[in-house]
């Protein structure tokens, strides 16, 4: 089974399995709602569309981040409606260099769901090997979705607090770009900077100039270091706890498997006064 990348042709490959389901998950924080009209436009076979705030997070509360995690039971309901069970592969993809399909193959991961893989390259790679798109929807089948022990971590704010100020052998991961961890720029959030002692990250780095995943060795060579033996002390963040997902993933397909998210990450965190921050 894929549990962290899949290609093109092997997804084509298997198009027809009944045990199989492509969820895309395109999504453009500028217009929430454009995401759902190019997957109406044309989507890959048997594909179902997943919402990143509609069905892959929560109401936002004046505590929390922009993207809070869904609710257990309703993301379980909605994937039992895909046509997710237990032994079904999942495929998740997008048009945003995989930070919305990582997204959905974390959430997965933490209630239990191992078989599930990111499109490698996206959207773009499937039209360039030229394989199809359709527009019909499809209706497949419910399932019935099992939880089970979770195969991905997260932390919370108290606990991030915790390693901040005294466990040394914990390593923050900011994913966001240079600018907005240095603080220089902040065109979302209503506070610049980053979480003390939290290295940068960009995830866009993990990508060729394909949008592709770099190779498992060159992640590692990225990743290693912070590891330090330890993928499980390492905990991963972003703006919103949507793009430090595609550090966690890199962080497996390079064979550094453990390392934890930040649900609420930067947005979430800047809601307590009270918690440090820092710049440049």
Known sequence: MFQT?????QLFEHLDDPDWRVIDCRFDLADPEAGQRAFLEGHIPGAV??????????????????????DAGALIAKLSGW????????IACDDANGTMAARLWWLLGWLGH???AVLNGGLAAWREAGLPLVSEASAPAAARFERRSPVRQMVSADEVLDAVEGRADWRLVDARAPARYLGKVEPIDAAAGHIPAAL??????????????????????????????????????????VTACHNLLAMEIAGLPGSRLYPGSWSEWITDPDRPRSQG
Not at 5 to 9: A, K, N, R, S, T
Not at 60 to 66: A, D, F, L
Not at 83 to 90: E, L
Request: charged letters at 20%; proline letters at 9%.
């Open 114 to 116: 191992e078989n599930v």
């Open 49 to 70: 569309y997943a919402h990143l705030e509609r069905d892959l997070s929560g109401p936002v509360q004046e505590n929390t981040g922009r993207h809070p995690l869904p």
């Open 5 to 9: 990348l899949i290609e093109p042709q």
């Open 83 to 90: 046509g997710v069970g237990p032994a079904t592969q999942v």
């Open 200 to 241: 940068n990250r960009p995830f866009m780095e993990n990508l060729d100039a394909a949008s592709r995943f770099l190779p498992a060795g060159e992640l590692r060579a990225r990743f290693q270091g912070i590891a330090a033996g330890r993928a499980d002390r390492v905990v991963h963040y972003c703006g919103s706890g």
